[in-house]
T-cell receptor
Framework: DAGVTQSPTHLIKTRGQHVTLRCSPISGHKSVSWYQQVLGQGPQFIFQYYEKEERGRGNFPDRFSARQFPNYSSELNVNALLLGDSALYLC?????????????FGDGTRLSIL | DAKTTQPPSMDCAEGRAANLPCNHSTISGNEYVYWYRQIHSQGPQYIIHGLKNNETNEMASLIITEDRKSSTLILPHATLRDTAVYYCIVRDPAMDSSYKLIFGSGTRLLVRP
């Protein structure tokens, strides 16, 4: 079975631009989460969506937004890019909300800001 | 903030067991222990999770102490491909905040030939 897929795998942008990252969850998974991983650190939670509703938001500015589509895929949007937004952006999916089942991660989109 | 403490680095010889400890002394009764690993340039990979009983799957074994204040992930026969950063995470799936995983710094495991 296909795992979590993310696109693109790599992206280079300049300061002030906008970026959209995409994620397709594992088939049957209804929850999608987004994480940011800066070099040398563990992933930091950005958003979770479940059944197309935002369920949680981490400590990130309003420049970061996301949405989930009826097929449970998701997009992460970042406006007015800053140099500090350079990171690996990870998407994770899980079966449902309140469950002990684990989140499964994709291999991420590596975003570089010049 | 992460609720677990792990050694920053460990190493073991290829073919030997790797035992990775995790301290979670403030764990609550409903919190599960999850282990993930992250190989360079890849996303975190789920390994195993448990509540109070020891667990085993095709990748590893998880040993949780009776008081649940610590646990050990065991890779029975480590290979070079097991070189990675290993994260121990505690989470209560029934809590409103359970939607997020809180990653600490993890343990960097180096498997030596």
């Amino acid at each position: 079975d296909a795992g979590v897929t993310q696109s693109p795998t790599h992206l280079i942008k300049t300061r002030g631009q906008h970026v959209t990252l995409r994620c397709s969850p594992i088939s049957g998974h209804k929850s999608v989460s987004w994480y940011q991983q800066v070099l040398g650190q563990g992933p930091q939670f950005i958003f979770q969506y479940y059944e197309k509703e935002e369920r949680g938001r981490g400590n990130f500015p309003d420049r970061f937004s996301a949405r989930q589509f009826p097929n449970y895929s998701s997009e992460l949007n970042v406006n007015a890019l800053l140099l500090g937004d350079s990171a690996l952006y990870l998407c994770a999916s899980s079966l449902q909300g309140f469950s002990n089942q684990p989140q499964h991660f994709g291999d991420g989109t590596r975003l570089s800001i010049l | 903030d992460a609720k677990t403490t792990q050694p920053p680095s460990m190493d073991c010889a290829e073919g030997r067991a790797a035992n990775l400890p995790c301290n979670h002394s403030t764990i609550s009764g409903n919190e599960y222990v999850y282990w993930y690993r992250q190989i360079h340039s890849q996303g975190p990979q789920y390994i195993i999770h448990g509540l109070k009983n020891n667990e085993t799957n095709e990748m590893a074994s998880l040993i949780i102490t009776e008081d649940r204040k610590s646990s050990t992930l065991i890779l029975p026969h480590a290979t070079l491909r097991d070189t990675a950063v290993y994260y121990c995470i505690v989470r209560d799936p029934a809590m409103d905040s359970s939607y997020k995983l809180i990653f600490g710094s993890g343990t960097r495991l180096l498997v030596r030939p």
